[in-house]
């Protein structure tokens, strides 16, 4: 067996201490970010609401044409059931029915679409912030970023949301859709 001179046990021992003291000597530069407020306020996050209105705008405003059509007929059954023929009532309350399952139906067919197309926007819109969130944090030397959203308690001195913002918004980051919206299928004619 070699024998270890106490000098390089010193040494080891010596170095080791240096090693584990050293986070003590470095304060680690953290920070906190809050991503809902980046949804709302990057430029891409205002890009993909605006995306999203617009592409959604022409179904919604033709449920509600669809909706008002459909009390328009359930006002006129109200006020003229009395005096049509029993047969007359029964069409109008028949096709009161069958436009109030179609409505129901584009109601529902709207939401879905719409939360289907929410979803996908709002992952590839999350990829893009936590992306440039991890920059800000490479660029500003952070060594620990956290999500406001699981943090109890916080100084506003640790909030680097409006830092990340701004470089978001330096980068020109009037982000357009990354994919063209799908084509709207054609309207249903009313009844």
């Known amino acids: 067996m070699k024998r270890v001179s106490s000098s390089k046990v010193a040494g080891w021992v010596m170095a080791a201490g240096v090693l584990v003291a050293l986070p003590a000597w470095a304060e680690p530069k953290i920070g906190i970010v809050d991503p809902q407020r980046l949804l709302e306020e990057s430029p891409q996050g205002k890009a993909v ?3 999203m209105r617009a592409e959604f705008a022409p179904r919604e405003r033709q449920l509600q044409a669809q909706g008002q059509a459909l009390k328009a007929k359930q006002d006129k ?3 003229d059931a009395a005096t049509m023929t029993e047969e007359q009532r029964t069409r109008a309350e028949k096709e009161l029915r069958d436009g109030g399952r179609d409505f129901e139906r584009a109601k529902g067919e709207l ?3 719409f939360g289907a197309r929410r979803n996908e926007e709002m992952s590839r819109l999350q990829r893009t912030l936590g992306e440039e969130v ?3 944090a490479k660029a500003q030397n ?5 999500s406001s959203e699981v943090v109890i308690y916080q100084t ?3 909030d680097i949301t409006p830092g990340v913002l701004a470089a978001m918004q330096a980068h020109g980051a009037a982000a357009k859709p990354t994919a063209p ?4 299928p054609p309207a249903k004619p009313t009844k």
Do not use: G, I, M
């Open 181 to 184: 919206p799908p084509a709207t």
């Open 134 to 136: 991890r920059n800000y």
């Open 77 to 79: 059954l109200q006020k």
């Open 156 to 158: 506003s001195s640790y």
């Open 142 to 146: 952070y060594d620990l970023v956290l």
């Open 111 to 113: 939401q879905d679409d």
């Open 49 to 51: 609401q605006e995306s």
